[in-house]
């Protein structure tokens, strides 16, 4: 071989060794912003997920209010009902052993003309107009009427106190 092909394969490895070299610190210096960055990347991914958790607790400890204010009125509302049931039902018990006696205001005819008889107990204080007694099963079925109309507004106010919870 000449020597100008020496001098080629010189220049030649040269090169390659500059080439390696420029290649070894890109390799270095990449590898460093790479480095970093997905540094930066792991403390954005963990700020977002602390964000993310306690965003969860927060909502956990509303529902946990939520359903405790709920848990309170529905136990206020089964209070309301259950002692407007019992008071119901003493009063049908002092219906039915005539313990307890209703009575309608008569209205007042001018001519006289009334046809229901209106009935006082001896002893008895009656105020206003005259009065009559009901039977006892129209009482029953008026104290019926009245125990499904009181069911009913308890069960109404029991409904608006829950969508106003809900609401809060």
Known sequence: MSSAAWKLIGVMLLMLLTAGSVW??????????????????????TAISNAAAAQVRADQDK??????RL???EQTHYKELS????NQTRLRDRLATSDLRLSALLAEDP???????????????????????????HAQRIIGITDSGDQGLIALAACQAYVSELNR
């Open 111 to 137: 001519a006289g003309g009334c046809s229901v008889p209106a009935s006082t107990e001896a002893g008895g204080v009656v105020y206003g107009g005259a009065r009559a007694r009901l039977d006892s099963a």
């Open 83 to 86: 002692d407007a049931q019992t």
């Open 63 to 68: 529902r946990l209010a939520l359903e405790q």
């Open 24 to 45: 070894q610190v890109q390799d270095w210096r990449y590898g460093k912003q790479l480095a970093e960055q997905a540094g930066l990347h792991k403390d954005d991914l």
């Open 71 to 73: 848990s309170a009125s």
